[in-house]
């Protein structure tokens, strides 16, 4: 080859590794689908029907619908459900709760956690469904008189015990860091389980709760990621340690720029489902007394050092929000008010995830131009 030759080539593959990447580069993100968790309006007394039809209304792409959303589990109700979502384009995550027989909120009027699970397998896989939430307990679980391990351990038997059928159904198990586990526990719950048929429902408000920062545990889980509960959080310090309060998205101090930039690059195939559960007094989390860390005995540094950053730039919600304690007794009015204040909040959400974030699949196709 001669030098005239040689130039001419390297030009064209430098022409070529040039518009490959500007290529690379023009190309659209990945669209995410937006939805919301239905637990959020519950206290409106929706049923699955009604809020398929709310969930059309607000031009959303999912549903989290827990099994109690449901009119009845009469296979008949169930298909109706199944096409009525169908025919709106909206698919649906289910959820159930607990299934750890060792942990506070386990309901023993379940049965056997085990057969238990199957019955709601079988149930979401005639929805439709091909996720299922639970969790394995609550922040309980790390200060109770059963250590942590052993509720790792009971969960993971329970879950190995419907592999088969999970694995038949197609539906897969996406178990809640519920304010019980870190991110790095949850993980190797996963593992132990078996990652062919489980993954993570990772709740971004709850990573608060158990000392982390989202982005960061988002790292460690969001490859297992099936489902999603997405919230902010407001965090800053307060004299016996840090304090954190649940807000709207936007109001607090969660990077979701970042967030939704590795959200898309590891686990492109969730759906974006908003929790977004407002009205409740900020939570105090203690680190400066002694016996916080009980319940950490295996808590890392590093994380918490990026947790600690995180609260340093953050300050109190200085915005209006009704707060009325879930202790006690409250008048009807103050119900009425939260489920207003609620819905309000959510809404608003999803306008920021989908305005600000560009998360949403219908609702950006409804923007488009025409040709």
Same mark, same amino acid.
């Given at each position: 080859?001669?030098?005239? $030759?040689?130039?001419?080539?390297?030009? +064209?593959?430098?022409?070529? /590794?040039?518009?490959?990447?500007?290529?690379?580069?023009?190309?659209?993100?990945?669209?995410?689908?937006?939805?919301?968790?239905?637990?959020?309006?519950?206290?409106?007394?929706?049923?699955?029907?009604?809020?398929?039809?709310?969930?059309? &209304?607000?031009?959303?792409?999912? @549903?989290?619908?827990?099994? @109690?959303?449901?009119?009845?589990?009469?296979?008949?109700?169930?298909?109706?459900?199944?096409?009525?979502?169908?025919?709106? +384009?909206?698919?649906?995550?289910?959820?159930?709760?607990?299934?750890?027989?060792?942990?506070?909120?386990?309901?023993?009027?379940?049965?056997?956690?085990?057969?238990?699970?199957?019955?709601?397998?079988?149930?979401?896989?005639?929805?439709?469904?091909?996720?299922?939430?639970?969790?394995?307990?609550?922040?309980?679980?790390?200060? +109770?008189?059963?250590?942590?391990?052993?509720? @790792?351990?009971?969960? *993971?038997?329970?879950?190995?015990? *419907?592999?088969?059928? /999970?694995?038949?159904?197609?539906?897969?198990?996406? *178990?809640?860091?519920?304010?019980?586990?870190?991110?790095?526990?949850?993980?190797?719950?996963? &593992?132990?389980?078996?990652?062919?048929?489980?993954?993570?429902?990772?709740?971004?408000?709850?990573?608060?709760?158990?000392?982390?920062?989202?982005?960061?545990?988002?790292?460690?889980?969001?490859?297992?990621?099936?489902?999603?509960?997405?919230?902010?959080?407001?965090?800053?310090?307060?004299?016996? +340690?840090?304090?954190?309060?649940?807000?709207?998205?936007?109001?607090?101090?969660?990077?979701?720029?970042?967030?939704?930039?590795?959200?898309?690059?590891?686990?492109?195939?969730?759906?974006? *489902?908003?929790?977004?559960?407002?009205? $409740?007094?900020?939570?105090?989390?203690?680190?400066?007394?002694?016996?916080?860390?009980?319940?950490?005995?295996?808590?890392?540094?590093?994380?918490? /050092?990026?947790?600690?950053?995180?609260?340093?730039?953050?300050?109190?919600?200085?915005?209006?929000?009704?707060? /009325?304690?879930?202790?006690? &007794?409250?008048?009807?009015?103050?119900?009425?008010?939260?489920?207003?204040?609620?819905?309000?909040?959510?809404?608003?959400?999803?306008?920021?995830? $989908?305005?600000?974030?560009?998360?949403?699949?219908?609702?950006?196709?409804?923007?488009?131009?025409?040709?």
């Amino acid at each position: 080859m001669n030098r005239r $030759s040689f130039l001419k080539t390297g030009t +064209g593959l430098a022409a070529s /590794a040039g518009a490959s990447s500007m290529s690379a580069a023009a190309q659209p993100p990945v669209q995410l689908k937006l939805g919301w968790d239905a637990f959020v309006l519950r206290s409106y007394g929706w049923k699955a029907m009604k809020m398929l039809d709310y969930t059309a &209304e607000l031009r959303l792409d999912t @549903i989290q619908l827990g099994n @109690i959303d449901l009119e009845s589990y009469e296979p008949a109700q169930v298909q109706k459900v199944r096409d009525h979502a169908a025919r709106l +384009g909206i698919t649906i995550d289910g959820a159930i709760g607990c299934i750890c027989p060792t942990a506070a909120h386990w309901n023993v009027k379940n049965g056997n956690p085990a057969e238990h699970l199957v019955k709601q397998l079988r149930l979401f896989n005639a929805l439709g469904s091909t996720s299922l939430h639970v969790y394995m307990g609550a922040d309980m679980e790390r200060t +109770g008189p059963i250590p942590l391990e052993k509720h @790792i351990e009971e969960t *993971v038997k329970v879950l190995r015990a *419907v592999r088969s059928q /999970a694995l038949d159904l197609n539906v897969k198990i996406a *178990v809640e860091n519920h304010m019980d586990l870190q991110s790095w526990e949850l993980k190797m719950l996963i &593992e132990e389980a078996g990652r062919d048929f489980v993954g993570s429902c990772f709740d971004s408000g709850n990573a608060f709760v158990v000392l982390e920062d989202p982005v960061a545990a988002l790292e460690t889980v969001g490859a297992y990621n099936i489902q999603t509960h997405l919230r902010d959080a407001v965090l800053y310090e307060h004299p016996r +340690g840090l304090a954190m309060q649940s807000v709207a998205m936007g109001d607090g101090v969660t990077d979701f720029q970042t967030f939704i930039k590795r959200f898309r690059e590891l686990c492109p195939q969730s759906s974006v *489902v908003l929790e977004v559960l407002t009205g $409740s007094p900020p939570r105090v989390l203690p680190y400066l007394e002694p016996d916080f860390w009980k319940p950490f005995p295996k808590a890392r540094a590093a994380d918490f /050092a990026r947790f600690l950053a995180l609260a340093k730039k953050g300050h109190p919600f200085m915005g209006s929000m009704l707060i /009325a304690s879930r202790q006690g &007794e409250r008048p009807p009015a103050y119900t009425a008010a939260l489920a207003v204040q609620r819905r309000f909040d959510l809404e608003r959400s999803l306008d920021y995830c $989908s305005n600000v974030l560009g998360i949403g699949v219908r609702r950006h196709r409804a923007s488009e131009p025409r040709a």
